[in-house]
């Protein structure tokens, strides 16, 4: 099983990125996955997350609206759209994956460590 997340760069105020992590040794079919970020001096934190238990994304609160979450099952791989971009935004962005769908989106991205795989990040530097 691995993740791997790509589409991070440097990145102006008010931009746009969209993040791409590409999964092999497993299917997204009935999988839950996510991003997750981590600023410097700072906690990993859940920015948004589907689960096929309920299949309604989970963003958190400052990224809803702008930040959008999807997969493509038959590429193998989890995006991240990401529009209206702040200083604020910038970290290390992770995508994470669970094999089952046991809880709801809201769920696995309020609690990291119920996803089993982890891809190295993807860092975004938004420029004021």
């Known amino acids: 099983v691995q993740l791997q997340a790509s589409g991070g760069g440097l990145v102006q105020a008010g931009g746009s990125v969209r993040l791409s992590c590409e999964v092999s040794?497993?299917?997204?079919?009935?999988?839950?996955v996510g991003w997750f970020r981590q600023a410097p001096g700072k906690e990993r934190e859940g920015v948004s997350c589907?689960?096929?238990?309920?299949?309604?994304?989970y963003y958190r609160e400052s990224v809803k609206g702008r930040f959008a979450i999807s997969k493509d099952v038959a590429k193998y791989t989890v995006y991240l759209h990401m529009n209206d971009l702040t200083p604020e935004d910038t970290a290390v962005y992770y995508c994470?994956?669970?094999?089952?769908?046991?809880?709801?989106?809201?769920?696995?991205?309020?609690?990291?460590?119920?996803?089993?795989?982890w891809g190295k990040g993807t860092l975004v530097t938004v420029s004021s």
């Open positions: 040794g497993f299917t997204l079919d009935d999988r839950s």
């Open positions: 994470a994956a669970n094999l089952v769908a046991y809880h709801s989106s809201g769920y696995y991205c309020q609690h990291p460590t119920g996803m089993d795989y």
């Open positions: 589907i689960s096929d238990l309920d299949g309604r994304p």
